[in-house]
């Protein structure tokens, strides 16, 4: 899945990179952004075995959920959740 994701998403390849929210060891957060279609990808992974809460970066509200492996998305990640939403 992630290798069919990183070819038929040019931003996962060829997009820059910006981590989000470096003082919180518990969530692994970062934005792809930058390729020529306009894509942006926001991932979002908890590192920990406890709920983490996290805040969306403004303009991600209304983004859709492109990856995750609990089929719902709550306030907090969920232990070792991940969450790849996707905006263009």
């Given at each position: 899945?992630?290798?069919h994701?990183?070819?038929?998403h040019?931003?996962?390849s060829e997009?820059?990179?910006?981590?989000?929210y470096?003082?919180?060891?518990?969530?692994?957060?970062?934005?792809?952004?930058?390729?020529e279609?306009g894509e942006?990808?926001?991932?979002?992974?908890?590192?920990t075995?406890?709920?983490a809460?996290?805040?969306?970066?403004?303009?991600?509200?209304?983004?859709?959920?492109?990856?995750?492996?609990?089929?719902?998305?709550?306030?907090?990640l969920?232990?070792?959740?991940?969450?790849?939403?996707?905006?263009?």
């Amino acid at each position: 899945t992630l290798v069919h994701l990183r070819k038929t998403h040019k931003v996962i390849s060829e997009g820059k990179i910006e981590f989000l929210y470096p003082d919180n060891a518990d969530l692994l957060a970062y934005r792809r952004y930058g390729a020529e279609d306009g894509e942006e990808l926001l991932v979002l992974c908890n590192l920990t075995e406890h709920d983490a809460p996290y805040t969306l970066p403004e303009g991600w509200a209304d983004a859709d959920k492109l990856l995750g492996n609990y089929p719902d998305r709550n306030d907090a990640l969920r232990p070792y959740e991940c969450l790849i939403l996707t905006k263009a």
